[in-house]
């Protein structure tokens, strides 16, 4: 059996698939598996680093770019001749899930976030099934036999359990960083010692690789060490007594399994709110705060962030409120799912 999972852009989109795919080899040793993506250095290393096989898209998200993309997906479809898709979102994924449905083979979605892209609503007519990360999205498909909620499938193996002794707040804006959140961070760091406070924490900051130079000069051998990028991603939660991050789907389900509080920052820009719908489902239950970006200040960020770790009481308890998201191996649930519908023991 051949398989072909299409998960590109960035990496809420990427890790979701690859951890899905890697799910399915573990199950069933014979299928083979293809990964389709964008044509950029960082997919193919990505990719690269995890041995899998993988083939980029040309493709861009509107006019001749996508055109080209478009068909450059029947090519590889026709090439490579998958029994099933499934699509991990974005612009990506259309062409592959439209050619696939075309020529009569099972596809499949996987959203993450809580307000479907445009891709799946589009496609939702076209798929066996949607599977989806949070119950909260079920009204926004019309065709309501094919959703299944199953959790967003993480990159991580262990069970969430964190260390013993951690003084580390993690910050980060996703695969591609954050400039506004790093500056905040470079800012709080000088108010701490500027006014010489007893802080005991040191900040984790991962800047993303353009920005990386920027900030590197920054280091505080005691308050602030510096990433460009971190692939185990899994040790820097283990380490955390704080996240402060951008609201995309995967890092709150992130933020949720390891049962950490955070402070959400969503992207102004995600198209009609994505992140700040994400950031609700943590925040309206007291797990975590939100600051919109544009009222994002050193002052508002240092308020916050005292407020979260002098409450040590607080800090335990987001460790039972925030389980409540968890969805058991919802990779193996998505790869038992579509390899036994296409085996047909699946109903």
Known sequence: MRGMIVAGGTGGHIYPGIAIGKRMKELYPGLELFFIGRSRDMERQIYKKEGLSFTGLNIRSSGFGFVIGFFQSLFIFLLYRPDFVLGLGSYISFPMIFWASLFGKPTFLQEQNVMPGVATRILQGRVEKIFFGYEGSSHYIKFKDRIRITGNPLRFKGDGVLCKKRNEILVFGGSLGARKISESIVGVVDYIKKFNISFGYKF???????????????????LLKVYKYVDQMEEFYKKAVLVISRAGALTVSEIAFFGLPAILIPYPFSKKGHQALNASLLVRRGDAVLIEDEKLTVDLLWKEIYNILRNRKKLKSFRFSTFKYLFKDSAGKIARFIIELKSGKGK
């Open 204 to 222: 984790i900051l991962i800047t993303g690789r353009e920005d990386y130079e920027r900030f590197a000069k920054f280091e505080d051998e005691s």
